[in-house]
């Protein structure tokens, strides 16, 4: 074939009709998967995976650009998404990137699942040139295939793309300037019929996949009943194996793997494995109802202080409104049509993890595409040490939008830290200190602090500072007390669900009303260990570039563990494992002077921002 034959070739084809079969249809009828591919031979077959429909037919929607899908490990979305690559030499021409977890996977996936389907599916589009075929980069007449890593810096910066996917994305190394969905996005902005796939097994709830599906349309696959023709959500409460239990509290195995069923939560029919097939082939992806999207907005609102990623309104839409453009869609394995992964097996593997948390947390991310809380969590001296900035102990790197001051009262020692908060929200950790009495307290917070290349000084603001009352009660309300509020009393709650954050409480004191903030402790930590300091998400916390290593390792004193209660369920809790641990305590409640001063008003107010205009428009 001629240069200008080829030429002339690619220009007639683009001017081609659009067909009208979708690309599961294409896919049924062309694409060969051999040995490497799959261990059963055979051509591609949608019914064997039904729910991958929606999601590979977004890709000829125009109102469609986004599409993300948490999964599960059997889901069969990335052999989907391969044959959307392999449609569209022919079909819909335009380069294509597909970035995965590695670059060591992604060359293990390129020689298995892609060389031999394209050579088969797309030989008119073959250059001729082995060179042209490498891991990395398949060039075809028409179009470029690239398959990199997630740790690759070029694939978001050297041309456009019309399709680009980004597989296990819970896996991918991202940067703290943009992540990599952020980056797609730059990259098919002004492309005509451009969309990008966000998937893989979703590894952490409000995590980067989770975080991106609930800006979009959040849609479950529903299948129909047999008995009633409700249309269902299949879950692990509808597995029915509960009667199989053994005196004993054990269970038979085998029994559970023959006759374990599904229950209709509508009718209460007890469904056989062989009612699943036809069930999950007649199913459709319908939009979570609003009830569903008003509990999972409450746990957003909840964390929206620590991360404004989980913030309600997304690009001035209102979180109950998908994003223009995006759909999302989940999938589990209680759908799945293998032999070797039955309702009978899920609930086998349900069982065996309820001995353990580490095969629990496994079940969840690998089998029910939902997402695993934040659990454990170790805080790690690399952790702390990303926290430093470019100042140092004592000074103040910029004017404060607030300065204030956290106490921690341990017998007759007071220790206290200092911090600071820009216009972002971002705290800034100043100066620390442990005193002998309140009297050298209040020289402490009299004390002035430079500010960085600049005349001007600052102490502590009135008014704006907690001290931790769980040790001596009386004596914290009466300092405070005496001074005006100088200092707020506050105390942390455990295990109290009903406090989101923290909030106002009144009590009586020495005959007086006094008033006092409870805080959720378990919240508030997680919020500083597991996204300030170990995630790193903003707003940030930074320390002093000088910071000992005294006031380091009390930042590392607290470990998050997963314990199983009274019941016998699992709950999470921050367990102290080191000496001390009070520094951390007062940065802890930094967090919480921010929250009460936005809560309050006074943080809009202070930037010069009008609520009452902002609540209009």
């Known amino acids: 074939m001629t240069a200008e034959y080829r030429i002339a070739d690619v220009i007639a084809r683009s001017f081609r009709p659009k067909p009208n079969y979708t690309v599961c249809d294409w896919a049924d009828k062309t694409v060969y998967l051999d040995g490497k591919a799959t261990p059963k031979p055979g051509y591609y077959d949608t019914t064997k995976t039904p729910w991958v429909r929606r999601f590979v037919e977004a890709s000829q929607d125009p109102t469609v650009r986004e599409v993300i899908a948490p999964k599960s490990s059997r889901s069969g979305f990335t ?140 849609e479950r696959y529903l299948v129909p009943c047999p008995k009633c023709e409700a249309e269902i959500e299949l879950c692990e409460n509808g597995l029915d194996f509960g009667h199989l239990k053994k005196m004993d509290g054990n269970y038979n195995m085998a029994e559970v793997l023959i006759e374990t069923r599904y229950k209709c939560p509508a009718c209460k029919a007890l469904l056989p494995e062989d009612q699943k097939r036809p069930m999950v082939n007649a199913g459709r992806y319908v939009p979570a109802p609003i009830d569903i999207r008003d509990r999972e907005k409450k746990e957003k609102e909840e964390r929206q202080f620590f991360d404004p990623r989980h913030s309600t309104r997304e690009g001035g839409k209102d979180y109950r409104t998908a994003f223009p453009g995006r759909v999302s869609l989940r999938i589990s394995d209680f759908y799945c049509l293998h032999d070797d992964l039955t309702w009978g097996h899920m609930a086998q593997k349900i069982i065996e993890a309820s001995k ?4 629990r947390k496994s079940l969840v991310i ?28 004592g000074e103040l790197p910029f004017k404060p939008l607030i300065f204030s001051c956290q106490v921690d009262r341990q017998g007759d020692r007071v220790k206290y830290v200092k911090t600071a908060f820009n216009e972002t929200g971002e705290m800034f950790v100043i100066d620390w200190g442990e005193l002998l009495g309140d009297e050298d307290l209040d020289l402490a917070l009299d004390k002035l602090h430079p500010v960085k290349d600049s005349t001007e000084e600052f102490a502590v603001e009135h008014g704006f500072g907690l001290y931790d009352s769980g040790f001596e009660e009386a004596a914290v309300f009466d300092y405070c007390v005496s001074r005006d509020y100088r200092l707020h009393p506050s105390k942390g709650a455990k295990n109290v669900d009903s406090i989101a ?19 959720n402790d378990h919240k508030v930590k997680d919020a500083l260990y597991s996204y300030k300091i170990r995630r790193r998400k903003a707003p940030l916390v930074w320390l002093p570039e000088n910071t000992d290593a005294d006031f380091m390792a009390e930042l590392m004193a607290e470990t998050k563990i997963l314990e199983k209660d009274k019941l016998g369920f699992i709950k999470e809790k921050w367990k102290k494992i080191g000496d001390k641990n009070d520094y951390g305590d007062c940065v802890k409640k930094g967090l919480i002077v921010w929250h009460l001063a936005e809560a309050g008003g006074i943080i809009n107010e ?12």
């Open 606 to 617: 202070r930037l010069g921002i009008d609520e009452e205009k902002e609540t209009e428009d």
């Open 366 to 393: 690998d089998h029910f595409g939902t997402g695993w809380g934040e659990t454990a969590a170790e805080i790690k001296e690399t952790d702390v040490m990303r926290c430093r900035g470019k100042y140092l102990r």
């Open 501 to 519: 954050f923290a909030e106002q409480k009144f009590k009586t004191h020495r005959g007086a009303r006094v008033y006092w903030y409870i805080y």
């Open 79 to 218: 052999e989907a998404f391969l044959n959307i690559v392999r449609y569209m030499p022919e079909h819909h021409p335009g380069h294509v990137c597909l970035v995965m977890q590695s670059a060591s996977k992604a060359k293990e996936m390129v020689p298995k699942r892609l060389h031999t389907t394209l050579k088969s599916c797309c030989e008119p589009y073959l250059t001729g040139n082995r060179d042209d075929f490498t891991l990395q980069l398949m060039k075809l007449t028409n179009m470029d295939i690239t398959v990199v890593g997630s740790g690759t810096d070029t694939w978001g910066t050297e041309t456009w793309y019309r399709l680009i996917g980004l597989d296990e994305y819970d896996s991918h190394d991202q940067t703290e300037q943009e992540t990599n969905a952020d980056l797609a996005r730059s990259r098919i902005r002004d492309v005509p019929g451009a969309t990008l796939y966000i998937f893989g097994k979703c590894k952490l709830k409000h995590g980067p996949l989770h975080s991106e599906y609930l800006g979009g349309t959040q």
């Open 356 to 359: 353990s948390p580490q095969k």
